[in-house]
C-alpha cells in the first residue's frame, strides 16, 4: 500500500501546484484589469484639462476634483492588486515572472525632449 499512499501524494502536490498557477493566473489578470482602469481614469483626466486648455479655459475645479478622485481610487485599486500579486508569486517562489505591460508605475516625472528648433528645407 505503500506505494498508493505515495502516488496519491504525488497527485496532491501537482493539484496543489496547478491551483496555485491558476490562482495566480487569476491575480496577474485583475491586476491587469485594474491598471488598465487606472490608465483610463488618467486619460480622461489628462483629455479633460487638454480639452479646457485648447478651448482657452481652466478645468472647472468640480470637474477636475471628481476626475483627480477617480484616478486616485482606481489607482489605490491597482496598487493593491499588483501588491497582492507580488505577495503570491513569492509565496509560490515564482518572482522571476515578467510584469504584466503599463503595469510599472513611474515615480518620477518623464522628461519631455524639447521640440526641434530648426525646420527641414
Known amino acids: 500500500m505503500a506505494i498508493w499512499d505515495k502516488v496519491k501524494q504525488g497527485i496532491d502536490k501537482a493539484g496543489k501546484a496547478a491551483q496555485d498557477v491558476f490562482d495566480e ?24 484639462v487638454f480639452r479646457a486648455a485648447d478651448a482657452g479655459s481652466e478645468l472647472a475645479a468640480d470637474a477636475r476634483d471628481r476626475l483627480i478622485a477617480a484616478l486616485r481610487a482606481q489607482d489605490v485599486e491597482a496598487r493593491r492588486m499588483e501588491a497582492e500579486l507580488a505577495d503570491a508569486r513569492a509565496a509560490n517562489g515564482t518572482t ?26
Not at 102 to 118: E, N
Open 25 to 48: 493566473g487569476k491575480l496577474r489578470l485583475d491586476s491587469y484589469r485594474a491598471r488598465e482602469q487606472a490608465d483610463k481614469a488618467a486619460e480622461a483626466l489628462g483629455y479633460a
Open 96 to 121: 522571476d515572472a515578467p510584469e504584466a505591460p503599463g503595469s510599472a508605475v513611474p515615480t518620477a516625472p518623464v522628461q519631455q525632449s524639447a521640440p526641434p528648433t530648426d525646420a527641414i528645407s
